[in-house]
């Protein structure tokens, strides 16, 4: 276990899919009716609290449509996605709230994350960790695909962690930040054929 390792849930490919199945059913039901899905699992892996992410990208063109998370685990992973669901969809200042109509036209993709732990600079593995910066009450996080996306080495990654955090490119090098790393698993449902 590394600065970013810890426990994170097991699995199984029928839990991922679950997710997935259940981040698109809440989407529907919470923007057609205002509701959430009726779920029920006896999977553990779902039911361990866990933190984390539901991004949505257009499937014409795989822009950003949405992305919202939670960095530390409150609640159980299931409900975790369910709440990120609507979150990305609905709550993402980037965007406007998304439609009924914009459902089947978005692709959903879930990570989950390991506890975030302190790290310092020269441990960060780009592609490997995500990573989040604290400073006074800017913050920003970045999941561990964004770097690999952009074809940042590790100095870019941490000056596009400051950017998001609204810092000045350099201050992941200052001694009043506090720098986290996590790691995560990320899947996504199928692209059409």
């Known amino acids: 276990m590394d600065a970013a390792g810890g ?7 029928e839990d991922r899919q679950m997710l997935l199945q ?18 029920q699992t006896d999977s553990p892996a779902l ?7 539901v ?12 992305c919202r998370g939670e960095c ?24 406007p709230p998304m439609t009924i109509d914009e459902v089947p036209h978005v ?10 732990k302190p790290i310092e600079p020269e441990q960060v593995v780009v592609g490997q960790h995500g990573l989040m910066i604290v400073r006074g009450r800017h913050a920003g996080l970045l999941l561990p695909e964004v770097p690999v996306a ?6 870019g990654f941490l000056q596009g962690l400051c950017r998001k955090a609204g810092l000045p ?3 992941w090098q200052a001694t009043d930040v506090q720098l986290y790393g996590f790691e995560a698993e990320a899947w996504g449902e199928e692209q059409p054929r």
């Open 55 to 66: 991004t949505l990208r257009r499937r014409d063109s795989g822009q950003l449509r949405g």
């Open 150 to 155: 952009f074809g940042w080495d590790r100095e």
């Open 47 to 53: 039911l361990q609290p866990c933190a984390a992410f």
């Open 169 to 171: 490119l350099d201050a």
């Open 72 to 95: 530390v685990a409150r609640r159980p992973l299931v409900e975790s996605v369910v709440h990120m669901a609507i979150a990305s969809a609905t709550d993402d200042p980037r965007f």
């Open 22 to 39: 259940l981040a698109r059913q809440t989407l529907n039901d919470y923007l057609r009716e205002g509701e959430l899905p009726h779920w």
């Open 107 to 116: 692709h959903i993709e879930i990570s989950v994350l390991t506890p975030l």
């Open 7 to 13: 426990p994170a849930p097991e699995l199984s490919a």
